[in-house]
């Protein structure tokens, strides 16, 4: 869930879903700004049983969060 608020806004926007798989739990999201401004956020999904069988994943933005990309796997391997 996100949300955003600009510069010079009172209020953040109203919160919204950037990604959900209804067949595995997502967790640990982490967003990091680049100095570019470009938006990073990492996330797992558990792919198994538990946390010891999770992939790492991330979305990016290159327009302050308005939109993000598909999902990329960043490793195939479980709990890197």
């Known amino acids: 869930v996100w949300a955003r608020r600009g510069k010079d806004a009172l209020t953040f926007s109203t919160p919204e879903v950037l990604f959900d798989d209804p067949q595995l739990s997502e967790g640990n999201a982490v967003l990091w700004k680049h100095e570019s401004g470009e938006l990073y956020l990492f996330f797992v999904n558990i792919t198994g049983v538990g946390w010891s069988q ?20 960043l ?6």
């Open 75 to 80: 490793s195939d391997s479980d709990c890197w």
């Open 54 to 73: 999770a992939r790492m994943r991330l979305i990016r933005s290159t327009d302050q969060g308005a939109t993000w990309t598909a999902p990329v796997t």
